[in-house]
């Protein structure tokens, strides 16, 4: 190999390492709620990297999806080898960019996750787990998660709606479950208004609201969008979704719209909008 083509491979590595260092955070996200585990989760982040350093990374059009379901199926790998056997480090651990762990990044990944969810993430099945993180928190469409699961699309929603069901119904305390019901009151109120100040002192801060469309961030951004959402939010209602509090909109007495909400210290952390027939019909809904 001549000095010039040596040069080339060498750029061509550091170039690839920037590029995976750019996901590196949210790969290390994906992880950590699959596992639970601050270690683990960065030994399913080396191990992308192994794979993906000694593939054609040419040839992947979205790196970042790529990566992602990358991880999701040494995730999946590590839980099922974690029932059976217990616990046991990936064999196949290579060093990579930046490989050193962050204590205040994974502090960060324990206060962003909480400890009640990762409890209840425990009870759920390798595949419910894997369906409900990457579909779920990650938005990961269920075509690439069945492809991962090796499942159909419509098995992965199946398991996500299971999954769903069990980290939305989990036991909270009553005043837990009524102060939500008046944060969701709150919110439907200010949105049939049209009042940004009312929704803001409901919405976090980083609060995320997915639809069937893509993910907006940022409450002033959510809110703008809320207010718009005005002309529903008259015909909105509040129901038990999957036993946890939500908003459903429905038309000719056919369920159209169904919303769900994540908090943390009674502020909307996520809104979570469902619109497609299959994804509504795999929901319970039950009157508030």
Not at 235 to 259: K, N, W
Request: a negative charge; glycine letters at 8%; aromatic letters at 6%.
């Amino acid at each position: 190999m001549s000095d010039d083509e040596q040069y080339r491979d060498d750029r061509d590595d550091d170039l690839l390492a920037e590029r995976f260092e750019a996901y590196r955070g949210h790969l290390r996200a994906v992880a950590y709620r699959m596992l639970g585990s601050a270690t683990e989760a960065e030994d399913a982040v080396q191990e992308a990297w192994f794979r993906l350093s000694r593939s054609d990374a040419h040839e992947v059009g979205n790196l970042g999806g790529w990566l992602t379901t990358v991880v999701g199926r040494v995730c999946l790998d590590m839980l099922r080898s974690r029932r059976s056997r217990g616990e046991q480090p990936l064999d196949t651990w290579q060093p990579g960019p930046s490989a050193e762990p962050d204590p205040a990044q994974d502090a960060v990944l324990a206060d962003s996750v909480g400890a009640a969810l990762l409890v209840v993430l425990e009870t759920l099945s390798p595949a419910e787990r894997l369906a409900f993180v990457l579909h779920d928190l990650f938005g990961v469409p269920f075509e690439e998660v069945g492809d991962v699961l090796g499942r159909s699309p419509a098995a992965a929603r199946q398991l996500a709606s299971r999954a769903r069901r069990r980290v939305r119904g989990a036991d909270a305390p009553e005043a837990d479950l009524v102060r939500r019901r008046e944060v969701v009151d709150a919110f439907l109120a200010a949105a049939r208004s049209g009042d940004f100040d009312g929704l803001l002192a409901v919405l976090d801060p980083d609060v995320v609201a997915r639809g069937e469309s893509g993910a907006t961030v940022g409450a002033a951004q959510v809110a703008s969008g809320a207010k718009s959402f005005a002309h529903l939010a008259r015909v909105a209602r509040p129901a038990l979704v999957d036993g946890a509090t939500g908003l459903v909109v429905y038309a000719d007495g056919r369920l159209e719209r169904v919303l769900t909400f994540t908090f943390v210290d009674d502020r909307i952390t996520s809104i979570d909008i469902m619109t497609n027939p299959a994804d509504l019909s795999a929901l319970t809904v039950e009157p508030a």
